[in-house]
């Protein structure tokens, strides 16, 4: 570490000193072990025995009971496998139709000319004036009228229809190079081809960035599968893992197995896709 | 479902190009790309968004307990009833005292994290992930570990084991509301979560800064730290600041996760302005017309902040530009 900072260091010689990096690193180090500390206790928790974690003696490692897994599936009052596959399906669908609808009306609201375009984009714009937790309310009065309370139709679909995220895809694609759209022109394409064939697979970055924010949103929602959710079967995680803490029911370490289990999923996907995320965040200045 | 609507819409479209080539032609196609690009959304914002608002904003008016079509037209009632006798009040007192907390700490944690990490020649990557980390962990699995492990009131828990060695007894942090322990758990909590988020926003704008800045600051011979700090890094780092202050004053006031996970809803104290609506539809009374016209009070008052941000993160500020 010291060895190297010095070489680094050349232009800036004042940054470079031994004392004040290794005092840097101390308070990093310290915070990075704090904000790391939730993980490890789903991790001790989920693979110890009850006895172990609400015993007296604080221990450091778990017993390691990687039966807490099968145990965990094999459950049936818990449903767990359920809930584990209706976030999925809600996490993908949500985030493949919100990339479909959201950056569909974004691009035709930045680059098809059409007179009244102005108009039509100031009433996307209206809706992001509330916020969509504010109005869980009326869309549940709604959704309920419908009949698709309890169903996939009633978690997902009124979701898609997020006026932020075709807000971004907009002042994304008023940013894109009008030459590589107008080659497709001369090629005889009309806007849809060139849309499909030019625009998409050149904006993937940015597809990937929406994409990843979308779907840890749509996984860790908790307040619209709370109201729509009324039957255990339509449960996503979320509202399963919020039932194990107030159901007495349930054991210590499966609780925290659930916990680890649903949250595994997303660290994955955090690690694979954060320079994406991290990009789309510094763009776009949101979460989802 | 794609190419069913490539084949049903490309061959009008096609067809009227043919007919008359020229410029009327080409413009109408223009016209009629436009709605086949923004009409799927359109029409779903107005069944999902514009609709449950209006529906909602009717609703308000009208005595609606147990029905989402009534019929009793009763004027102001509903507002008058969940401003005076209901916890509503009460509630948007939480979210003051949650945003009085919870604002300033993430603005000072993110920003010093973001200070920290942007020093950092080796293994920055690393920390800016293990910051950035908790963003992927929903509130509901914070809650979980916040409340049966860390500050869970009994022996095992971590902060009562640690507290334990320096001769502290157990504390019973969500028992009882006072001493108000419960506002330490929700706090950290949300800091856990968020900080690392807007420290990705904090980093972006440091970035952002010239170098050249601090070059001049070091010939006019301000010291490295507080005074480069105060007098550079903070003044250009405004934007980026009142923007985290407007997202997370939005936030704090949709806060209903944790506070529901943690607290209850069957708890006197700690009920945010959303557990509140949620219970007014959607519990016992299922009150349809007391909730909505919570939901217009609330839509209000964070249409005030949204408009704000707007204004200072340049909502629309395509237009000019265009």
Same mark, same amino acid.
């Given at each position: ?16 000193? @031994? *004392? ?57 009052? @818990?449903?767990?496998?359920?809930? *584990? ?13 919100? *990339? ?8 035709? %609201? ?9 108009? @039509? ?15 869980? @309310? ?28 075709? &807000? ?53 929602? &908790? ?40 949250? %595994?999923? *997303? ?22 | ?172 942090? +969500? ?71 407007? +997202? ?33 539809? +959607? ?40």
């Amino acid at each position: 570490m010291s060895t190297t900072a010095p070489q680094l260091g050349k232009k800036r010689k004042k940054r470079g000193s @031994v *004392l004040g990096n290794t005092g840097l690193y101390l308070a990093v180090g310290i915070a990075a072990l704090l904000f790391l500390i939730p993980f490890y206790l789903i991790l001790r928790n989920a693979l110890s025995t009850d006895p172990e974690i609400t015993g007296e003696n604080w221990k450091l490692l778990p017993s390691f009971q990687w039966g807490n897994i099968s145990e965990l599936f094999d459950d049936q009052t @818990v449903q767990f496998g359920r809930a *584990l596959w209706n976030s999925t399906v809600v996490a993908v669908l949500m985030t493949v139709g919100t *990339l479909l609808v959201c950056s569909l009306a974004g691009y035709g %609201l930045a680059r098809i000319p059409y007179k009244h375009s102005n108009k @039509v984009f100031y009433v996307v714009l209206a809706t992001l004036m509330v916020p969509t937790a504010v109005t869980f @309310v009326p869309s549940f009065v709604l959704v309920s009228s419908l009949g698709w309370v309890d169903t996939y139709r009633g978690l997902i679909i009124p979701g898609l229809f997020s006026g932020f995220t075709c &807000f971004l895809f907009r002042q994304y694609f008023l940013g894109f190079p009008k030459e590589l759209e107008e080659a497709a022109r001369v090629d005889g394409l009309g806007y849809w081809g060139a849309y499909w064939r030019i625009v998409v697979p050149n904006s993937l970055n940015f597809f990937a960035a929406i994409a990843t924010i979308t779907f840890i949103s749509g996984w860790n929602a &908790f307040l619209w599968p709370l109201v729509i959710g009324q039957d255990p079967s339509s449960w996503t995680v979320q509202i399963a893992l919020s039932s194990f803490m107030t159901n007495q029911t349930v054991n210590f370490h499966l609780i925290f197995m659930a916990t680890a289990v649903s949250i %595994l999923p *997303l660290v994955f996907v955090f690690l694979f896709l954060q320079r994406w995320l991290v990009q789309g965040i510094a763009q776009t200045g949101i979460k989802g | 479902m794609s190419t069913t609507t490539t084949r049903g819409v490309a061959k009008p479209a096609s067809a009227k190009a043919s007919q008359a080539r020229p410029r009327r032609g080409l413009r109408s196609n223009a016209t009629l790309n436009f709605w086949l690009f923004t009409g799927p959304f359109l029409v779903g914002l107005v069944i999902f968004v514009f609709v449950p608002i209006g529906w909602s904003i009717w609703l308000s008016f009208f005595d609606a307990r147990y029905t989402v079509t009534p019929s009793h037209f009763i004027g102001f009632d509903n507002y008058k009833q969940i401003l005076t006798n209901s916890n509503f009040p009460q509630s948007l007192l939480t979210f003051t005292v949650f945003a009085a907390f919870i604002v300033p700490t993430t603005w000072a944690l993110s920003l010093g994290l973001a200070l920290l990490v942007n020093q950092l020649r080796f293994m920055r990557a690393f920390f800016r992930s293990v910051f950035f980390l908790p963003t992927a962990v929903s509130y509901v699995a914070a809650a979980l570990i916040w409340k049966m492990s860390i500050f869970s009131g009994v022996r095992f828990g971590l902060l009562n084991t640690v507290l334990g060695w320096f001769g502290v007894d157990n504390i019973a942090y +969500l028992a009882n509301p006072s001493p108000p322990w419960y506002w330490v758990v929700i706090v950290s909590l949300r800091l856990w979560i968020q900080a690392g988020f807007y420290m990705i926003l904090f980093l972006a704008a440091l970035q952002n800064i010239p170098a050249e800045l601090y070059e001049a600051a070091e010939i006019d011979g301000a010291k490295r730290g507080w005074q480069t700090f105060r007098y550079i890094t903070l003044p250009q780092l405004r934007a980026t600041s009142t923007a985290v202050v407007l +997202l997370l004053l939005v936030a704090a006031y949709q806060a209903f996760d944790e506070f529901f996970n943690i607290i209850g809803t069957k708890a006197t104290w700690a009920q945010t302005p959303l557990m509140e609506l949620y219970k007014a539809a +959607l519990g016992n009374s299922q009150d349809y017309g007391a909730g909505s016209a919570g939901a217009v009070i609330l839509s209000l008052l964070i249409c005030v902040v949204t408009l704000a941000q707007g204004r200072i993160m340049g909502f629309g500020r395509g237009e000019e530009s265009k």
